[in-house]
Protein backbone atom coordinates (compact mmCIF):
# COMPACT_ATOMS: atom_id res chain seq x y z
CA UNK A 1 0.00 0.00 0.00
CA UNK A 2 2.46 2.64 1.17
CA UNK A 3 4.36 1.46 -2.69
CA UNK A 4 0.89 2.51 -4.44
CA UNK A 5 0.83 5.88 -2.57
CA UNK A 6 4.21 6.74 -3.40
CA UNK A 7 5.57 8.96 -5.98
CA UNK A 8 8.35 6.57 -7.17
CA UNK A 9 11.07 9.06 -8.30
CA UNK A 10 10.32 10.86 -5.23
CA UNK A 11 9.90 10.27 -1.15
CA UNK A 12 6.17 12.17 -1.78
CA UNK A 13 3.01 11.07 -2.30
CA UNK A 14 1.63 10.44 -5.69
CA UNK A 15 -1.20 12.52 -7.58
CA UNK A 16 -3.67 9.82 -6.46
CA UNK A 17 -3.15 9.55 -2.86
CA UNK A 18 -2.46 13.30 -2.60
CA UNK A 19 -5.96 13.90 -4.16
CA UNK A 20 -7.51 11.07 -1.32
CA UNK A 21 -5.69 13.13 0.99
CA UNK A 22 -7.09 16.32 -0.32
CA UNK A 23 -10.59 15.02 0.34
CA UNK A 24 -10.21 13.83 3.83
CA UNK A 25 -8.74 17.14 5.18
CA UNK A 26 -11.51 19.21 3.60
CA UNK A 27 -13.82 16.74 5.09
CA UNK A 28 -12.34 17.29 8.57
CA UNK A 29 -11.78 21.10 7.88
CA UNK A 30 -15.55 21.08 7.20
CA UNK A 31 -16.84 19.17 10.23
CA UNK A 32 -14.56 20.96 12.68
CA UNK A 33 -14.32 24.36 11.13
CA UNK A 34 -10.06 24.07 11.59
CA UNK A 35 -8.74 26.09 8.87
CA UNK A 36 -6.58 24.13 6.08
CA UNK A 37 -4.94 25.55 2.08
CA UNK A 38 -3.55 23.87 -0.60
CA UNK A 39 -0.75 25.32 -2.01
CA UNK A 40 0.53 24.45 -5.74
CA UNK A 41 4.06 24.39 -6.84
CA UNK A 42 5.94 24.56 -10.16
CA UNK A 43 9.25 24.33 -11.14
CA UNK A 44 9.97 27.43 -13.67
CA UNK A 45 12.18 26.74 -16.66
CA UNK A 46 12.24 23.27 -15.52
CA UNK A 47 12.60 22.09 -19.27
CA UNK A 48 15.54 23.78 -20.04
CA UNK A 49 17.65 21.32 -17.21
CA UNK A 50 16.40 18.32 -18.71
CA UNK A 51 17.81 19.97 -22.02
CA UNK A 52 20.86 21.49 -21.04
CA UNK A 53 22.22 18.96 -18.54
CA UNK A 54 20.33 15.53 -18.67
CA UNK A 55 17.13 13.64 -17.53
CA UNK A 56 19.32 12.34 -14.67
CA UNK A 57 20.06 15.68 -13.53
CA UNK A 58 16.55 16.63 -13.61
CA UNK A 59 15.04 13.76 -11.99
CA UNK A 60 17.98 15.09 -9.18
CA UNK A 61 16.57 18.30 -9.05
CA UNK A 62 13.01 16.70 -8.28
CA UNK A 63 14.31 14.69 -5.57
CA UNK A 64 15.83 17.89 -4.04
CA UNK A 65 12.63 20.17 -4.56
CA UNK A 66 10.43 17.20 -2.66
CA UNK A 67 13.50 16.46 -0.22
CA UNK A 68 13.28 20.09 0.53
CA UNK A 69 9.14 20.31 0.18
CA UNK A 70 9.05 17.42 2.75
CA UNK A 71 11.37 18.78 5.45
CA UNK A 72 10.18 22.24 5.90
CA UNK A 73 6.88 21.43 6.80
CA UNK A 74 5.38 19.90 9.97
CA UNK A 75 4.47 16.35 10.12
CA UNK A 76 0.61 17.04 9.95
CA UNK A 77 1.20 18.28 6.41
CA UNK A 78 1.14 16.47 2.76
CA UNK A 79 3.81 16.89 -0.05
CA UNK A 80 2.53 15.44 -2.95
CA UNK A 81 3.93 15.20 -6.57
CA UNK A 82 1.15 15.91 -9.36
CA UNK A 83 3.40 14.90 -12.19
CA UNK A 84 6.09 16.28 -14.24
CA UNK A 85 7.27 18.91 -12.29
CA UNK A 86 4.56 20.49 -10.40
CA UNK A 87 4.17 19.60 -6.69
CA UNK A 88 1.05 20.26 -3.96
CA UNK A 89 1.50 20.79 -0.38
CA UNK A 90 -1.87 20.54 2.24
CA UNK A 91 -1.21 22.81 5.31
CA UNK A 92 -3.48 21.52 7.58
CA UNK A 93 -4.15 24.32 10.61
CA UNK A 94 -3.41 27.14 7.95
CA UNK A 95 -5.45 29.85 6.43
CA UNK A 96 -4.55 31.01 3.53
CA UNK A 97 -2.77 34.29 4.59
CA UNK A 98 -0.73 31.69 6.29
CA UNK A 99 0.07 29.54 3.72
CA UNK A 100 0.82 32.74 1.69
CA UNK A 101 4.12 33.38 4.30
CA UNK A 102 4.62 29.67 4.41
CA UNK A 103 4.51 29.16 0.39
CA UNK A 104 7.28 32.03 0.27
CA UNK A 105 9.58 30.46 3.13
CA UNK A 106 9.32 27.46 1.12
CA UNK A 107 10.48 28.72 -2.15
CA UNK A 108 12.74 30.45 -0.56
CA UNK A 109 14.32 26.92 0.58
CA UNK A 110 14.12 25.73 -2.76
CA UNK A 111 15.75 28.82 -4.71
CA UNK A 112 18.34 29.86 -1.82
CA UNK A 113 20.00 26.35 -2.14
CA UNK A 114 21.65 25.70 -5.80
CA UNK A 115 20.74 21.83 -6.76
CA UNK A 116 23.82 19.92 -7.72
CA UNK A 117 24.54 17.41 -9.79
CA UNK A 118 27.93 15.91 -10.58
CA UNK A 119 29.66 18.93 -11.86
CA UNK A 120 26.87 20.85 -12.73
CA UNK A 121 25.36 23.17 -9.78
CA UNK A 122 22.28 25.92 -11.00
CA UNK A 123 19.93 27.70 -8.80
CA UNK A 124 15.51 26.53 -9.22
CA UNK A 125 12.87 28.89 -9.47
CA UNK A 126 9.25 28.12 -8.73
CA UNK A 127 6.42 29.61 -8.29
CA UNK A 128 3.22 29.30 -6.11
CA UNK A 129 -0.60 29.20 -5.79
CA UNK A 130 -2.49 29.25 -2.91
CA UNK A 131 -6.17 28.21 -1.86
CA UNK A 132 -7.88 27.51 1.23
CA UNK A 133 -9.32 24.55 1.63
CA UNK A 134 -12.96 24.69 2.01
CA UNK A 135 -15.99 22.29 2.17
CA UNK A 136 -17.75 23.63 -1.52
CA UNK A 137 -14.99 22.92 -3.41
CA UNK A 138 -14.56 19.17 -4.88
CA UNK A 139 -10.60 18.65 -4.50
CA UNK A 140 -10.00 18.14 -8.39
CA UNK A 141 -11.59 22.35 -8.26
CA UNK A 142 -9.51 22.98 -5.19
CA UNK A 143 -6.24 22.10 -7.04
CA UNK A 144 -7.27 23.86 -10.13
CA UNK A 145 -7.81 26.90 -8.31
CA UNK A 146 -4.33 26.66 -6.37
CA UNK A 147 -3.06 25.82 -10.26
CA UNK A 148 -4.81 29.17 -11.79
CA UNK A 149 -3.55 31.43 -8.96
CA UNK A 150 0.38 29.82 -9.20
CA UNK A 151 -0.40 30.94 -12.95
CA UNK A 152 -1.80 34.46 -11.67
CA UNK A 153 0.91 34.88 -9.62
CA UNK A 154 3.84 33.86 -12.28
CA UNK A 155 1.90 36.51 -14.69
CA UNK A 156 1.82 39.45 -12.35
CA UNK A 157 5.18 38.72 -10.98
CA UNK A 158 6.41 38.90 -14.62
CA UNK A 159 4.82 41.99 -15.62
CA UNK A 160 6.28 44.14 -12.63
CA UNK A 161 9.35 43.15 -14.42
Not at 20 to 43: H, K, N
Not at 115 to 134: K, M, N, Y
Request: charged share 25%.
Amino acid sequence: EELADRDPLTPVLNRRAFMRELGRIRTFAQRYGSPASLVYFDLDGFKSVNDRFGHAAGDAALQAVAQRLAGNVRDSDLVGRMGGDEFAVILVQADAATAEAKAASLCRAIVDSPIRFGDWSAPLHISFGVREITAEAEPEALLADADAAMYARRRDQRAAG
